[in-house]
């Protein structure tokens, strides 16, 4: 919980994350996102106000950050997760295997260097390693740059996942709203080191003067929602997912 939490840029922040939930923070690059993370991660500690974190369960985070490359150490990607795994006291080399699939890497990639790889898979090798320690929490910044329009399908199913199979809690940070409203249970809005929304994904991707008075990008099945109903005049709904806004579409037309 943070309760009238302000450092530098970020100013007076109030809200509290949920258990079990997916949470996204969106805002325009340079709004407070990322420092918004360190602050939930127990980074920064001269900081005004109060973080209370409530449950053991936000004492057990993994962090995804931006820099994710400057972490890898050694000459192979095997390498890279058995090390935490030992930290961690398991030395179950099924494990290395499991959570490299799970991030959509095989066991090609063992014996391969982790600077030789693309920024996209250095992406997905750094959540692996995550995967890999079975942490509560997962704080993830940007996670979906860099990664082509079939990976970003399978890093969106593999979250969805984490917190339906396996209940964890997942707090992201990005300017992707699409993923957002994809995935999220609940969204925080910032800008300009202030949280501006914090509710429901509709409540805000539907809300044309919030995303334009906060610099917020519309998610594109919103836009493409908005565009039929105009041109139209048909009544629908909106959706998170485009099959179920074409089956829509498929029945006005019909």
């Not at 509290?16 to 602050?39: D, H, P, Q």
């Not at 707090?171 to 929304?197: H, M, P, Q, R």
């Given at each position: 919980m943070?309760?009238?939490?302000?450092?530098?840029?970020?100013?007076?922040?109030?809200?509290?994350?949920?258990?079990?939930k997916?949470?996204?923070?969106?805002?325009?690059?340079?709004?407070?996102?990322?420092?918004?993370l360190?602050?939930?991660?127990?980074?920064?500690c001269?900081?005004?106000?109060?973080i209370?974190r409530?449950n053991?369960?936000?004492?057990?985070i993994?962090?995804l950050r931006q820099?994710?490359?400057?972490?890898?150490f050694?000459?192979?990607i095997?390498?890279?997760?058995?090390f935490?795994?030992?930290?961690k006291?398991?030395?179950?080399?099924?494990?290395v295997?499991?959570?490299?699939?799970m991030?959509?890497?095989?066991?090609?990639?063992?014996?391969r260097?982790?600077f030789?790889?693309?920024k996209?898979?250095?992406?997905?090798?750094?959540l692996a390693?995550?995967l890999?320690?079975?942490?509560?929490?997962?704080?993830?910044?940007e996670?979906?740059?860099?990664?082509d329009?079939?990976?970003?399908k399978?890093?969106?199913?593999?979250?969805?996942m984490?917190k339906?199979?396996?209940?964890k809690?997942i707090?992201?940070?990005?300017?992707d709203?699409?993923a957002?409203?994809?995935?999220?249970?609940?969204?925080?809005?910032?800008?300009?080191?202030k949280v501006?929304f914090k509710?429901?994904k509709?409540e805000?991707?539907?809300?044309?003067?919030l995303?334009?008075?906060y610099?917020?990008?519309?998610?594109?099945?919103?836009?493409f929602t908005?565009?039929?109903?105009?041109?139209?005049?048909?009544?629908?709904?909106?959706?998170?997912d485009?099959n179920?806004l074409?089956?829509?579409i498929?029945?006005?037309?019909?």
């Amino acid at each position: 919980m943070f309760d009238n939490v302000s450092y530098r840029d970020l100013k007076k922040l109030s809200f509290i994350l949920n258990e079990n939930k997916i949470t996204f923070i969106v805002g325009e690059s340079g709004s407070g996102k990322s420092t918004l993370l360190s602050l939930i991660n127990g980074d920064i500690c001269d900081y005004n106000g109060n973080i209370v974190r409530e449950n053991v369960v936000f004492n057990k985070i993994g962090f995804l950050r931006q820099n994710y490359a400057d972490y890898f150490f050694f000459n192979t990607i095997y390498e890279e997760i058995a090390f935490y795994l030992k930290k961690k006291r398991i030395r179950n080399e099924k494990q290395v295997i499991m959570a490299l699939k799970m991030v959509g890497l095989d066991e090609s990639f063992l014996n391969r260097s982790p600077f030789k790889i693309s920024k996209g898979e250095q992406k997905k090798l750094a959540l692996a390693i995550l995967l890999a320690q079975k942490f509560k929490v997962f704080l993830l910044d940007e996670p979906f740059t860099n990664l082509d329009d079939e990976s970003k399908k399978n890093m969106i199913k593999l979250f969805r996942m984490m917190k339906l199979k396996y209940g964890k809690t997942i707090v992201i940070a990005t300017t992707d709203t699409d993923a957002a409203l994809s995935l999220a249970d609940e969204v925080i809005g910032i800008n300009n080191g202030k949280v501006v929304f914090k509710g429901d994904k509709f409540e805000l991707f539907t809300n044309k003067k919030l995303i334009d008075d906060y610099n917020i990008n519309e998610p594109e099945i919103i836009r493409f929602t908005n565009l039929i109903k105009d041109k139209k005049n048909v009544k629908m709904g909106y959706r998170d997912d485009i099959n179920d806004l074409m089956k829509d579409i498929y029945r006005f037309v019909k």
